[in-house]
C-alpha cells in the first residue's frame, strides 16, 4: 500500500507535465508566425472543387479584389460558375459574361480586378444592394435568384 509521501513525487511529476503542457499550448496559440487560413478561401476552393472547376482557381485574387472594393466575396465567383461555368466556357478571359463577352481582359486576374471595381465604384452599380447590382448585371429575376442562391452555397 502506497502512502502520502510515496505519491508526492508522481502527483508533483504529473502537476509539472500538466503545467508544461498547457505553456507549451498556450505559447503555440500565441505564436503569431504560424499561418492563419482565412475561412473564405477554403469556402471557396470547396465551391470551386464541387463544381469542377478549372485550375487555377483564382481564389486569392477574388478575395483582394473584393476586400480593396468593398464586395461580398461570394459575388464574382457565383456570377462566373452561372456565365461560363467558372472558366470552362470562357472567352477571352472573362468568366462573367462581361459586356455580353463582347470583350475581355489580359488575364483573368485583371478581368477580376476590373470587373470588382465597376461593381462597387461605377455609376451604374454604386450603392446598389447585391440585389440591385445582379440585376443591373442582367436583368432577369431568375438570374438574380440563381447568382444568390449559389452565394449562399458558398457560405454554408
Given at each position: ?26 505559447a503555440v496559440a500565441s505564436d503569431n508566425t ?15 472543387k464541387a463544381y469542377d472547376c478549372p485550375a ?82 442582367n436583368p432577369y429575376k431568375e438570374y438574380v ?12
Amino acid at each position: 500500500m502506497h502512502n502520502v509521501h510515496s505519491l508526492l513525487p508522481r502527483c508533483s511529476r504529473l502537476a509539472r507535465s500538466t503545467v508544461l503542457g498547457v505553456a507549451a499550448c498556450a505559447a503555440v496559440a500565441s505564436d503569431n508566425t504560424l499561418p492563419v487560413t482565412d475561412p473564405r478561401t477554403v469556402r471557396l476552393e470547396a465551391f470551386f472543387k464541387a463544381y469542377d472547376c478549372p485550375a487555377p482557381l483564382h481564389v486569392e485574387e477574388y478575395l483582394r479584389a473584393a476586400d480593396s472594393h468593398a464586395l461580398d466575396y461570394r459575388l464574382l465567383p457565383a456570377i462566373s460558375l452561372v456565365e461560363s461555368t467558372c472558366g470552362t466556357f470562357e472567352k477571352w478571359n472573362n468568366r462573367w459574361g462581361w459586356d455580353s463577352v463582347q470583350s475581355g481582359f489580359p488575364s483573368v486576374p485583371a478581368g477580376i480586378d476590373f470587373i470588382s471595381e465597376q461593381l462597387a465604384e461605377s455609376p451604374h452599380y454604386k450603392g446598389k444592394t447585391i440585389e440591385q447590382k445582379l440585376f443591373t448585371y442582367n436583368p432577369y429575376k431568375e438570374y438574380v435568384r440563381q447568382v444568390k442562391w449559389l452565394m449562399r452555397q458558398i457560405e454554408d
